[in-house]
């Protein structure tokens, strides 16, 4: 497992794409704040509105590098090279999710990080720090790992573009279906369910309210660990099955 | 004798296809076995699932003693490299990059990997990456690949595919040299027969995802037939006394014939000589590998 990831992070390392969207996460909100700056001629208390206005495109990020990550290996024939000397396909499974949280990981941090350093020069933070934004980002890391384990899954199960593109458009299928079942179910219980289980709902009360905590806060990260294990169990019991090129 | 690799009833099926069926092979340890085989015979789907790449749908076989089923064979897989038809490269990295993801991969150091790239003839190839390479640089960085963890049995499906000649004697010289002078144990499986008949010191024939027929080298030249070929200045008369002869023959050309079976060379140029047909050349020789896997598989084409 350690020789895989050693492998994995040296290639997540050596390509440009990594480095890329992670400039272009930088370049966001600095061009926004500078903007923001530019038309307001002063600093406005937007940082803490910010914190959480991102989560749908992170996870667009995310699944470009994650999920490029993942499909090239498969396109370019590499993982023949890891199973050819041994390498258990769980254990090559479960070392793409560690890089794939890695990426999602530090593509989040590194963008409070660059919002903590504008608010401290472009604009200003409002309620931050304070424990309910903690809380909230403590949830956000959670749903974009549910989220990143579908990824792996999609990447994984169907090996080609076509699961790199769902991946991409993943939030968005979501996040579309979900709103519109909740929209129209009949039953409120069912819908305040399907408020707390699914990702992309999860993060409706708090997205541009910050400092809003859900009372089933903790429920939802649970559900969201369960849906990062119970994805994954599937998705390896998929590609333990399947006959690759 | 001990066997790297031996099959037992082996079956794959790709919906209702049956790419094999019951296919028994043995790889004797220090060989290099040659496996014969038209297009689609399932020679690739061999490979693909004693490398781990398929699942087999039935039957069983054993790497370094070790079943299918069994658990060590993760760890005995660390002793095997392949190369499955196309090179498994990253394209945007350079050639000793490459290798490196496969040191890091195998949990070794990157020692070894300056005299592979000379082994393979890409120690110059600097920061030249992998994607603009030519389909014989691919083919030996694959090469390399696959010795990257000191293999000691190496599966290389179509190896000389798209080389040069020079390309192939290389590969060629490459191969004998692992085998002769490191013990690698050797599977390869090459649609050009000529070529693997300068290498092999076994064969396996596949047929229809069946393994029709097993030998090694020198049983395979006992078993191939002996025919004398000769050039003379008129086939039509050769024809005309061979039939007299009862002779099995195959014309080639105007000027050219194969003689299958056996007849003393001076009555038979005296007869030639009676009507006015002169020989100009005469020699023995054995049947090609290819005219016996032909032979065999009863005169198949696309080999």
């Not at chain 2, 990997?113 to 890409?122: M, P, R």
């Not at chain 2, 030249?221 to 061979?242: F, G, P, W």
Request: aromatic letters at 10%; glycine letters at 8%; proline letters at 2%.
């Amino acid at each position: 497992m350690c020789n895989l990831l050693a492998e994995g992070f040296r290639r997540l390392f050596k390509s440009k794409r990594f480095y890329i969207v992670l400039a272009v996460i930088i370049a966001i909100p600095t061009f926004a704040s500078v903007f923001i700056r530019i038309v307001e001629g002063k600093a406005l208390d937007l940082g803490s509105a910010l914190c959480f206005s991102m989560i749908g495109t992170m996870t667009m990020f995310i699944s470009i590098t994650a999920g490029l990550f993942i499909i090239n290996d498969f396109k370019n024939n590499t993982i023949r090279n890891k199973i050819i000397i041994g390498h258990s396909r769980t254990k090559i499974y479960i070392t793409n999710l560690i890089i794939a949280f890695f990426v999602a990981f530090i593509y989040q941090l590194v963008f409070w990080l660059t919002l903590i350093g504008l608010c401290n020069t472009l604009m200003k933070f409002d309620d931050f720090p304070c424990t309910e934004i903690f809380q909230n980002m403590l949830l956000t890391m959670a749903i974009e790992f549910a989220f990143t384990s579908f990824f792996v899954f999609l990447c994984t199960s169907l090996r080609n573009t076509g699961g790199f593109v769902l991946s991409l458009m993943l939030d968005t299928i979501v996040n579309m279906v979900a709103s519109l079942v909740v929209m129209f179910v009949g039953s409120k219980k069912l819908a305040h369910v399907l408020e707390i289980s699914v990702p992309s709902l999860q993060r409706d009360d708090f997205a541009y309210n910050p400092a809003y905590v859900s009372d089933n806060i903790w429920w939802m990260i649970l559900i969201d660990i369960g849906i990062c294990i119970v994805v994954t169990i599937a998705g390896i019991e998929i590609f333990k099955r399947a006959d690759l090129k | 004798m001990e066997y790297i690799l031996q099959t037992q009833q082996l079956c794959k099926k790709y919906g209702k296809f049956n790419a094999l069926t019951n296919l028994t092979i043995n790889v004797p340890k220090g060989a290099i076995y040659g496996m014969v085989g038209r297009n689609g015979a399932g020679k690739t789907t061999l490979i693909r699932i004693i490398t781990g790449l398929n699942n087999p749908t039935s039957g069983e076989y054993s790497l370094f003693g070790v079943k299918n089923n069994d658990k060590k064979l993760l760890e005995v897989k660390r002793k095997m490299g392949a190369v499955v038809e196309t090179p498994s490269l990253h394209p945007d990295m350079t050639a000793r990059d490459n290798l490196i993801q496969q040191t890091k991969a195998l949990g070794i150091s990157n020692d070894k990997i300056d005299g592979l790239l000379k082994l393979v003839g890409l120690a110059d190839t600097g920061k030249k990456k992998a994607k603009d390479f030519s389909l014989g640089m691919r083919q030996r960085l694959g090469i390399a690949f696959s010795l990257v963890g000191d293999p000691e049995f190496l599966v290389l499906d179509e190896p000389i595919n798209g080389l040069d000649p020079q390309g192939i004697i290389e590969v060629r010289e490459t191969i004998l040299r692992l085998n002769q002078e490191k013990g690698i144990t050797i599977l390869i499986s090459s649609h050009i027969l000529d070529e693997l008949a300068r290498l092999a010191t076994h064969y396996g024939f596949v047929e229809r995802g069946t393994a029709i027929k097993e030998m090694s080298a020198e049983e395979l030249e006992k078993a191939s037939r002996r025919y004398i070929h000769i050039n003379v200045n008129d086939t039509a008369v050769l024809a005309e006394v061979l039939n007299g002869m009862g002779a099995e023959f195959n014309v080639i050309s105007a000027n050219e014939a194969d003689i299958y079976t056996p007849v003393q060379v001076t009555p038979l140029v005296l007869a030639l000589n009676e009507k006015n047909c002169f020989v100009n050349s005469i020699s023995e020789n054995h049947e090609s590998l290819e005219s016996y896997f032909m032979g065999l598989v009863g005169g198949a084409q696309n080999v």
